[in-house]
């Protein structure tokens, strides 16, 4: 391997195994000197960029040049996804000789093309390779979590290859090269930038993204007017004050030059940052001018006329809940057919397609691109209605709810992350509002999730996907008489991480398996259902039966409470759902559901409908004031178990490829498909704060899905065979499972490592479900008996 700061020769290897083969050495970029390699491993040419420090600097510059060159080649990388038409792949870095290997493009760059063209190029053939180079600004400004700059648009790199195909080149990594302010040093000076092309505020180390557009549209003068510019050092201190210009007025060299072109020069060639257009703006005018008669104005949904990006941009941040239906609706297609802008159009199907499942998140990726007076440059605004919660004074079996209002006063789309101490739960773990949208959570401090004594102090913070946090702070008091009272009275408190969970109660519940579970809503009963076609409530404090439900006339596979707890709803190997009332045991509603068997059956959140999960793979909605079917979702593929989102809204649903869609209610097509299982969906269930999904599969694997970003958080590996059945704590920080190996596992989500197997019961545990304030485990099995683990 070559000496860090040796320069390359010809036939040295570079690169892991020496994967790069120096050919030769074919110029001098803006950070270092540039390398023609050979790819040994795809046989292909690339091109090694490499950081050559000036001998004249510091140990202590050096260092600091190597530390900034890491960083930009780091964000360099970012452009690589999803990539862009006009700007060469990244495929590697190599840190050990600072060396950057991309793409080998072979051409002709923009100034050796004018050069044989006699200085200048036809209007819109100029127009057209601009056009290019800004629309790949327009990509690299908009990249996340940072913009990436070029900081060295010119002629000479700007290339175009045999098929006329525009490349952008020579990233020139110059912010990585420590900028001499003075400009004292020559060869620090020409890294920093070009005469004529830098604008003033690059100089002073001060780049922006419009810095990008100074230069461009000195490239556009030259390349329509031939002009060359002459600026050198001398020129410096004026032009930095802004009483030199490089270029003059473009119409007094060729006055056949359109004074539009002129005006699109002189704005992005302001002395003030900020007086220029951004890359996409600039772009919509290159576009305008390049397809004058190909546009006309778009219609919006309430009937204004839209002209260009900039009305659309404005009237779409006016308009917000409109524009983002408008963006997954029919807006690309307008664009396509009533402006002509394919890649504009392209750029919204792609927004949508990356942000399916949120509708806002793609209309502030849309603005961002637009940029309608520095929307990209925005922060997020988020205040909540307090900045403290004291919670007071609380025993250590004490519970207490505040409710905590966030308000989103800025421009921007804000979806944060809530992260909270142990002894604290949020209703929700992400909150997603527009500008000027309101929610509310509830805060509750648990002290049963604590071993701590005294005053507790922490915060809860708030984290969006930019990674800016908001912080509120959190205070609590501990009563030490309510931990002695406690160790006086023997009340055990439950600590699901400690594995010291164990069965305190069984009731023989069912002569075959206990097919069917799930617990009121204050936590007093236990409804479940088995093959001797019987409903029954059972009492949670002793077990005691209160009530059998003993005219279903089939085997029950599922009952589920109303969010009340007045009603009951069964379903079981026939086509028919009840709805029962508990209180005086009666049958209020009967649905045919004309499904076969019903796996599944939920209330929604406002208990004004009913979803069966039914034997023939279908999901029927009905409205319970009438039993009328409201909608059919019909998987392709047959549906095997789903999990109703805790808003009511959306399922979802596992299917017979080992797949699970997510499905809006009311949507004739799934929002997001995820994949991993295996040998079947066998069950499902959503975390109650609606961004965790959990679901087993046939071969005993458990995966845990953030429904935020739908990746996999965890996936959890322990039982022998099927899982049968899966819970999470209203916490959302345990998970349960249950298999046909006979055990219960449980596992913590953060890390997913399993906590405690329980054992009990004889043969497959078939449910489990958790009470809604979490003390109390309860399950089902096939040898007819419910347990109560705690």
């Given at each position: 391997m070559p000496a860090p700061d040796a320069e390359l020769l010809p036939g040295e290897r570079i690169g892991t195994g020496g994967r790069y083969v120096v050919e030769r050495s074919i110029g001098q970029g803006g950070f270092g000197q540039a390398y023609l390699v050979r790819d040994q491993q795809l046989g292909r040419f690339c091109v090694a960029k490499r950081q050559v420090p000036n001998p004249a600097w510091s140990a202590r510059i050096r260092e600091q040049a190597y530390s900034n060159f890491r960083r930009e080649a780091q964000l360099l990388s970012t452009l690589n996804t999803p990539g862009h038409p006009n700007i060469p792949e990244i495929f590697e870095y190599l840190p050990e000789l600072h060396c950057l290997?991309?793409?080998?493009?072979?051409?002709?760059?923009?100034?050796?093309?004018?050069?044989?063209?006699?200085?200048?190029?036809?209007?819109?053939?100029?127009?057209?390779?601009?056009?290019?180079?800004?629309?790949?600004?327009?990509?690299?400004?908009?990249?996340?979590?940072?913009?990436?700059?070029?900081?060295?648009?010119?002629?000479?790199?700007?290339?175009?290859?045999?098929?006329?195909?525009?490349?952008?080149?020579?990233?020139?990594?110059?912010?990585?090269?420590?900028?001499?302010?003075?400009?004292?040093?020559?060869?620090?000076?020409?890294?920093?930038?070009?005469?004529?092309?830098?604008?003033?505020?690059?100089?002073?180390?001060?780049?922006?993204?419009?810095?990008?557009?100074?230069?461009?549209?000195?490239?556009?003068?030259?390349?329509?007017?031939?002009?060359?510019?002459?600026?050198?050092?001398?020129?410096?201190?004026?032009?930095?004050?802004?009483?030199?210009?490089?270029?003059?007025?473009?119409?007094?060299?060729?006055?056949?030059?359109?004074?539009?072109?002129?005006?699109i020069i002189r704005k992005g060639m302001a002395f003030d940052p900020a007086q220029r257009p951004t890359a996409a703006q600039l772009l919509a005018a290159l576009d305008t001018l390049l397809n004058p008669k190909a546009r006309a104005d778009l219609q919006s949904p309430d009937g204004a006329a839209l002209a260009d990006e900039p009305a659309l941009a404005h009237w779409a941040e006016a308009h917000w809940e409109a524009a983002a239906l408008w963006l997954y609706g029919s807006l690309a297609d307008q664009v396509t057919r009533l402006w002509g802008k394919n890649r504009l159009a392209a750029d919204m199907r792609a927004i949508t397609e990356r942000n399916a499942t949120d509708q806002h998140a793609g209309l502030d990726e849309l603005l961002t691109l637009l940029d309608p007076e520095g929307y990209a440059a925005a922060l997020p605004q988020l205040t909540a209605d307090r900045q403290s919660i004291d919670?007071?004074?609380?025993?250590?079996?004490?519970?207490?709810?505040?409710?905590?209002?966030?308000?989103?006063?800025?421009?921007?789309?804000?979806?944060?992350?809530?992260?909270?101490?142990?002894?604290?739960?949020?209703?929700?773990?992400?909150?997603?509002?527009?500008?000027?949208?309101?929610?509310?959570?509830?805060?509750?401090?648990?002290?049963r999730r604590t071993n701590e004594a005294g005053r507790l102090r922490d915060a809860l913070i708030m984290r969006d996907r930019s990674g800016t946090t908001f912080r509120i702070e959190l205070e609590v008091r501990l009563s030490r008489w309510g931990a002695m009272l406690q160790m006086i009275s023997g009340t055990r408190r439950i600590n699901w991480e400690g594995g010291e969970v164990r069965q305190i109660r069984q009731i023989v519940a069912h002569r075959s398996g206990v097919w069917a579970l799930d617990v009121s809503p204050d936590g007093r009963q236990i409804a479940s259902g088995g093959w001797d076609q019987r409903v029954r409530i059972w009492r949670t404090a002793d077990g005691a039966a209160e009530e059998v439900l003993d005219d279903h006339g089939g085997n029950v596979l599922s009952v589920a409470y109303s969010h009340d707890g007045r009603f009951l709803l069964a379903g079981g190997n026939s086509d028919q759902i009840k709805l029962w009332a508990i209180r005086n045991r009666r049958i209020v509603q009967v649905i045919n559901s004309q499904q076969g068997y019903q796996e599944s059956v939920f209330f929604s959140s406002d208990g004004q409908l009913m979803i069966a999960h039914g034997g023939d793979g279908s999901i029927g909605v009905w409205r319970l004031r009438d039993g009328s079917l409201v909608q059919?979702?019909?998987?392709?593929?047959?549906?095997?178990?789903i999990s109703l989102h805790p808003d009511g809204r959306s399922v979802a649903i596992g299917c017979a490829d080992s797949s699970v869609r997510l499905w809006a209610i009311g949507e004739q097509k799934p929002a997001a498909v995820l994949t991993g299982l295996r040998g079947g969906v066998n069950c499902l269930v959503h975390s109650h704060s609606g961004g965790v999904l959990v679901g087993g599969d046939g071969t005993g694997v458990v995966r845990i899905w953030d429904l935020d970003t739908h990746s996999v958080r965890q996936e959890l590996r322990g039982h022998q065979n099927a899982v049968r059945s899966v819970a999470i704590h209203p916490d959302g920080q345990t998970v349960v499972s249950a298999g046909v190996d006979s055990t219960i596992r449980i596992w913590r989500v953060s890390d997913g490592a399993v906590l405690q197997v329980l054992n009990g019961h004889a043969g497959s545990v078939l449910r489990v479900a958790f009470s809604p304030d979490g003390d109390l485990l309860i399950s089902g099995g096939v040898d007819g008996t419910i347990r109560m683990w705690q």
């Amino acid at each position: 391997m070559p000496a860090p700061d040796a320069e390359l020769l010809p036939g040295e290897r570079i690169g892991t195994g020496g994967r790069y083969v120096v050919e030769r050495s074919i110029g001098q970029g803006g950070f270092g000197q540039a390398y023609l390699v050979r790819d040994q491993q795809l046989g292909r040419f690339c091109v090694a960029k490499r950081q050559v420090p000036n001998p004249a600097w510091s140990a202590r510059i050096r260092e600091q040049a190597y530390s900034n060159f890491r960083r930009e080649a780091q964000l360099l990388s970012t452009l690589n996804t999803p990539g862009h038409p006009n700007i060469p792949e990244i495929f590697e870095y190599l840190p050990e000789l600072h060396c950057l290997v991309m793409k080998y493009v072979e051409g002709r760059d923009l100034g050796w093309v004018l050069h044989g063209r006699g200085g200048k190029l036809p209007l819109d053939e100029g127009l057209a390779i601009i056009r290019e180079v800004c629309s790949a600004l327009a990509y690299m400004h908009s990249r996340s979590p940072e913009p990436v700059l070029h900081r060295d648009i010119k002629p000479s790199n700007i290339l175009i290859d045999s098929e006329g195909r525009v490349w952008v080149i020579d990233f020139g990594l110059s912010k990585a090269t420590p900028v001499d302010s003075n400009l004292t040093n020559t060869v620090e000076t020409q890294m920093a930038g070009t005469f004529g092309f830098t604008p003033p505020e690059q100089w002073r180390g001060e780049a922006v993204p419009r810095s990008d557009i100074y230069a461009l549209c000195a490239t556009l003068h030259m390349t329509i007017s031939g002009f060359q510019p002459t600026m050198d050092r001398d020129d410096m201190d004026d032009f930095l004050a802004g009483k030199y210009a490089p270029f003059p007025p473009v119409r007094s060299i060729d006055p056949n030059i359109p004074p539009l072109v002129e005006a699109i020069i002189r704005k992005g060639m302001a002395f003030d940052p900020a007086q220029r257009p951004t890359a996409a703006q600039l772009l919509a005018a290159l576009d305008t001018l390049l397809n004058p008669k190909a546009r006309a104005d778009l219609q919006s949904p309430d009937g204004a006329a839209l002209a260009d990006e900039p009305a659309l941009a404005h009237w779409a941040e006016a308009h917000w809940e409109a524009a983002a239906l408008w963006l997954y609706g029919s807006l690309a297609d307008q664009v396509t057919r009533l402006w002509g802008k394919n890649r504009l159009a392209a750029d919204m199907r792609a927004i949508t397609e990356r942000n399916a499942t949120d509708q806002h998140a793609g209309l502030d990726e849309l603005l961002t691109l637009l940029d309608p007076e520095g929307y990209a440059a925005a922060l997020p605004q988020l205040t909540a209605d307090r900045q403290s919660i004291d919670f007071g004074q609380l025993g250590s079996e004490d519970r207490r709810e505040v409710v905590l209002q966030l308000t989103n006063n800025g421009r921007r789309y804000v979806r944060v992350e809530i992260l909270a101490p142990r002894w604290v739960m949020a209703s929700t773990l992400t909150v997603a509002l527009p500008p000027g949208r309101q929610q509310r959570i509830r805060i509750t401090a648990d002290m049963r999730r604590t071993n701590e004594a005294g005053r507790l102090r922490d915060a809860l913070i708030m984290r969006d996907r930019s990674g800016t946090t908001f912080r509120i702070e959190l205070e609590v008091r501990l009563s030490r008489w309510g931990a002695m009272l406690q160790m006086i009275s023997g009340t055990r408190r439950i600590n699901w991480e400690g594995g010291e969970v164990r069965q305190i109660r069984q009731i023989v519940a069912h002569r075959s398996g206990v097919w069917a579970l799930d617990v009121s809503p204050d936590g007093r009963q236990i409804a479940s259902g088995g093959w001797d076609q019987r409903v029954r409530i059972w009492r949670t404090a002793d077990g005691a039966a209160e009530e059998v439900l003993d005219d279903h006339g089939g085997n029950v596979l599922s009952v589920a409470y109303s969010h009340d707890g007045r009603f009951l709803l069964a379903g079981g190997n026939s086509d028919q759902i009840k709805l029962w009332a508990i209180r005086n045991r009666r049958i209020v509603q009967v649905i045919n559901s004309q499904q076969g068997y019903q796996e599944s059956v939920f209330f929604s959140s406002d208990g004004q409908l009913m979803i069966a999960h039914g034997g023939d793979g279908s999901i029927g909605v009905w409205r319970l004031r009438d039993g009328s079917l409201v909608q059919r979702l019909q998987p392709n593929v047959g549906g095997q178990t789903i999990s109703l989102h805790p808003d009511g809204r959306s399922v979802a649903i596992g299917c017979a490829d080992s797949s699970v869609r997510l499905w809006a209610i009311g949507e004739q097509k799934p929002a997001a498909v995820l994949t991993g299982l295996r040998g079947g969906v066998n069950c499902l269930v959503h975390s109650h704060s609606g961004g965790v999904l959990v679901g087993g599969d046939g071969t005993g694997v458990v995966r845990i899905w953030d429904l935020d970003t739908h990746s996999v958080r965890q996936e959890l590996r322990g039982h022998q065979n099927a899982v049968r059945s899966v819970a999470i704590h209203p916490d959302g920080q345990t998970v349960v499972s249950a298999g046909v190996d006979s055990t219960i596992r449980i596992w913590r989500v953060s890390d997913g490592a399993v906590l405690q197997v329980l054992n009990g019961h004889a043969g497959s545990v078939l449910r489990v479900a958790f009470s809604p304030d979490g003390d109390l485990l309860i399950s089902g099995g096939v040898d007819g008996t419910i347990r109560m683990w705690q």
